[in-house]
DNA sequence: ATGTTGACCTGTAAGC
DNA sequence: TGCTTACAGGTCAACA
């Protein structure tokens, strides 16, 4: 599901209800996701403050003097902060109930004790995991990932430097997540389009110049995806529950058969790494 | 090394 | 109203 614009919204919708907070309890439903959950989620975060909520490529991170619970959402997870007292739906696999903060010591003006909240991951599909990340340490998953998009580190030229000698499809080369993190299907079509640039073609015979105009179209997309909270295709809501409110601006994903917003002509659809893929034969090359 | 394919799992929508 | 099939925002492991 998520891409980087949609974990980064989780990310600040998250941070302000947690960081600071002390975990009370962990409750496991059901621990066999993508891997199991290893015991120190539910032996070592509880009593622990969260320090800070982080990102780095689709993960995220819960950062404790104990070490860091190490998040990723798959195709179809989500994570919403909510009343404790919220009933457990299908597919809610673990609670991180929180302490309360001040406003949880005395009543509410009805006379109703507040409930606290917990962070609870929902996961149909279970391709996501959460795994633990020992102080000082990174995690083998965090290894060799590529440099983040919004990052300084990551440009044409970053690009152009890793794509030579590659004949993989563009598309495919992109979505590597040792070339860029962060980027999946839905923002790779929106910033090809952007760029005017085939998914099909080779990556290695691509010019820097275009690899320039490809790396801020990346920047540009994701950043202005961030602003509209993600992109809600299905299910994908903030852990506030606001939707995200890129769709309405997506040029080429998912409109397959619908003219191209430059000329007109009726966008492609095809099949690229057994991923589907739109894109206009005209303004792309 | 790089490239390609299958696998993991469930929900939903479309087709018959 | 069913039943069956195809497809979905990711990425790892195995193989050529």
Same mark, same amino acid.
């Given at each position: 599901m998520p891409e980087l614009p949609e974990v980064?919204?989780?990310?600040?919708g998250l941070a302000p209800h947690v960081e600071?907070?002390?975990?009370?309890? &962990? /409750?496991l439903r059901r621990p066999d996701l993508r891997w199991p959950i290893p015991a120190e989620v539910a032996d070592l975060l509880p009593g622990q403050r969260i320090d800070a909520v982080r990102r780095r490529a689709k993960y995220l991170l819960l950062d404790t003097s104990a070490g860091s619970a190490l998040l990723h959402l798959g195709m179809s997870g989500s994570l919403r902060v909510l009343p404790a007292t919220t009933p457990v739906g299908t597919h809610d696999h673990v609670d991180i109930v929180l302490d309360g903060g001040p406003l949880d010591s005395g009543r509410l003006r009805d006379g109703a004790r507040d409930p606290g909240r917990v962070l609870r991951f929902n996961d149909p599909r279970r391709f996501g995991c959460l795994l633990w990340?020992?102080?000082? &340490? /990174?995690?083998?998953?965090?290894?060799?990932?590529?440099?983040?998009p919004l990052s300084d580190e990551f440009d044409g030229d970053h690009l152009f430097a890793r794509s030579r000698g590659r004949k993989a499809p563009v598309k495919v080369f992109l979505m590597d997540q040792r070339i860029v993190v962060g980027v999946g299907n839905i923002y790779v079509a929106e910033a090809l389009f952007a760029a005017g640039i085939s998914p099909l073609r080779a990556a290695g015979a691509i010019s820097r110049e275009r690899y320039r105009l490809l790396a801020d179209a990346i920047k540009r997309i994701l950043l202005h995806a961030i602003t509209r909270g993600g992109t809600t295709l299905r299910d994908f809501l903030s852990p506030d529950g606001a939707p995200g409110y890129f769709e309405q601006e997506l040029s080429a994903y998912g409109r397959e058969g619908e003219p191209c917003p430059n000329c007109g002509r009726a966008l492609r659809h095809a099949w690229i790494g057994q991923r589907a893929t739109v894109w206009c034969t005209r303004c792309q090359r």
């Amino acid at each position: 599901m998520p891409e980087l614009p949609e974990v980064e919204t989780t990310r600040r919708g998250l941070a302000p209800h947690v960081e600071g907070r002390r975990v009370a309890a &962990v /409750t496991l439903r059901r621990p066999d996701l993508r891997w199991p959950i290893p015991a120190e989620v539910a032996d070592l975060l509880p009593g622990q403050r969260i320090d800070a909520v982080r990102r780095r490529a689709k993960y995220l991170l819960l950062d404790t003097s104990a070490g860091s619970a190490l998040l990723h959402l798959g195709m179809s997870g989500s994570l919403r902060v909510l009343p404790a007292t919220t009933p457990v739906g299908t597919h809610d696999h673990v609670d991180i109930v929180l302490d309360g903060g001040p406003l949880d010591s005395g009543r509410l003006r009805d006379g109703a004790r507040d409930p606290g909240r917990v962070l609870r991951f929902n996961d149909p599909r279970r391709f996501g995991c959460l795994l633990w990340q020992p102080v000082g &340490v /990174t995690h083998e998953l965090l290894q060799g990932l590529g440099p983040e998009p919004l990052s300084d580190e990551f440009d044409g030229d970053h690009l152009f430097a890793r794509s030579r000698g590659r004949k993989a499809p563009v598309k495919v080369f992109l979505m590597d997540q040792r070339i860029v993190v962060g980027v999946g299907n839905i923002y790779v079509a929106e910033a090809l389009f952007a760029a005017g640039i085939s998914p099909l073609r080779a990556a290695g015979a691509i010019s820097r110049e275009r690899y320039r105009l490809l790396a801020d179209a990346i920047k540009r997309i994701l950043l202005h995806a961030i602003t509209r909270g993600g992109t809600t295709l299905r299910d994908f809501l903030s852990p506030d529950g606001a939707p995200g409110y890129f769709e309405q601006e997506l040029s080429a994903y998912g409109r397959e058969g619908e003219p191209c917003p430059n000329c007109g002509r009726a966008l492609r659809h095809a099949w690229i790494g057994q991923r589907a893929t739109v894109w206009c034969t005209r303004c792309q090359r």
